[in-house]
């Protein structure tokens, strides 16, 4: 290739990164932030840092391995990890349902960070799930859990929900008794309707939708009165608004 062509290739490639980049931003939300720490490509490092120490209780809620040799283990070395999934497998320590997740351990134990990545999505009842989560914390621990907001179907008859940041935020709100230390969605798609899809709907743009959605947040008092049954949409959604009519 001369240094003509090759400059020529440069440009074209160069030009091409910057339209994409423009076209694609046209797909975000306003009203959508990424977590400032816990976003997909950046949750690992962070909760390693913060929890791969001595003395330090992790619990993985999906565990096998599935997409990958997972780390996690090895990451966590200096501290105790435990893995819990539906199938016995490789990282796997205790095999259950995680709606009775508490179930599997002594009433004495606790855990400092109870973690879960692309599992939320398939539980029937994710609500239930969040409250054997906070059975099974430490005052003071946390959770993190990273599921989809906009994704394939996938693992069905088992894919129930897809989740947005604010989903997850009501799911572990503050009735329940948790502070949300941060909170977001990630992974930006850029989607349109296909031809298969309704007259009025085909070919159309589709806005704001991204892979993934992370919440981490702290336990900061055991609300032992926390009823689903019994909340006030306020006590779930704080002091958020449905937006008026335009």
Known sequence: MSKI???LFNFSQYMGVVFSSAYDRKFLSKDVTEPKHVGHKDWQEYLYGIYNKPGMKILEVGSREVTGSSNARERFSNAEYVGFDYYPGNNVDVVGDAHKLSSYFQEDVKFDLIYSSACFEHF???WIVAGEIKKLLKLGGCVFVETHFSFSSHERPWNFFQFS?????ALF???MGFDCIDCGMSSPIVGRFSKYAAPNLRYK??????CHSEYFGRKSREAEDFNWINMDLEQIVGDTRYPPPK
Do not use: N, T
């Open 173 to 175: 709100s503050e009735a």
């Open 205 to 210: 743009p589709v806005k704001g939708l991204y």
């Open 124 to 126: 029937a009842m994710p």
């Open 5 to 7: 062509s090759k400059a």
């Open 165 to 169: 940041d604010m989903a997850l935020k």
